[in-house]
């Protein structure tokens, strides 16, 4: 069983592009979760998705960033004209459908880290 | 925000048991501990984590006071692969996110 795949793992992006990262959930999982890791600190949480919606965005930026989940197809988040502040590593996590007595821990991907030039 | 408190670093001599405690004296009935390291900036792993019982797997065993205010992780036994960031964590079961802090910097040394 796959884990959860991001990619790309590295990339580099000039300041006022556009990046793209796409996480595949683990098979059988059907919520994602974004977070980002600043050099030197711990992940903060960004956004939580399901399949075609948003649960809570309480830790995404207002401007710039976005994330979207569609039915078919990995989560993309999106960060459009980059600024150097943007440089971290992004995670995505998955966890499997809720229900009473399962564990419900987040499994985490490897990352991508974004380097913006 | 973080309701962990955490030692910022810990060494541990390879082979014998890590022992990583946490304080978490704000804990609700409803939270559970759980425990999540990373190593080398790779993506953080689960550990384990429980509600009052103590727990224990494959990789570690998870220790909660009876009042529930602290915990401690043991890795039984040590090896130089466990060196990571090590996180501890409270939230609710069904909570949208895990509030990592800055977690316990664990070295094993040969």
């Known amino acids: 069983n796959a884990g959860v795949m991001q990619n790309p793992r590295h990339l580099v992006r000039r300041r006022g592009q556009e990046a793209r990262l796409r996480c595949s959930p683990m098979k059988g999982h059907s919520h994602v979760y974004w977070y980002r890791q600043l050099p030197e600190e711990g992940l903060k949480f960004m956004v939580y998705?399901?399949?075609?919606?948003?649960?809570?965005e309480s830790g995404m930026p207002k401007e710039r960033f976005s994330a979207e989940f569609p039915k078919e197809g990995p989560s993309i988040l999106r960060i459009q004209q980059v600024v150097r502040g943007d440089s971290a590593a992004y995670f995505c996590a998955s966890s499997p459908e809720r229900s009473h007595g399962s564990s419900y821990e987040q499994y985490f991907g490897p990352g991508t880290r974004l380097t913006v030039t | 925000d973080a309701k962990t408190t955490q030692p910022p670093s810990m060494d541990c001599a390879e082979g014998r048991a890590a022992n990583l405690p946490c304080n978490h004296s704000?804990?609700?009935?409803?939270?559970?501990v759980y425990w999540y390291r990373q190593i080398h900036s790779q993506g953080p792993q689960y550990i384990i984590h429980?509600?009052?019982n103590n727990e224990t797997n494959e990789m570690a065993s998870l220790i909660i006071t009876e009042d529930r205010k602290s915990s401690t992780l043991i890795l039984p036994h040590a090896t130089l692969r466990d060196t990571a960031v090590y996180y501890c964590i409270v939230r609710v079961l069904f909570g949208n996110q895990f509030y990592f802090g800055t977690g316990t910097s664990l070295t094993v040394i040969p």
């Open positions: 704000t804990i609700s009935g409803n939270e559970y």
């Open positions: 998705l399901q399949k075609e919606n948003i649960i809570d």
């Open positions: 429980g509600l009052k």
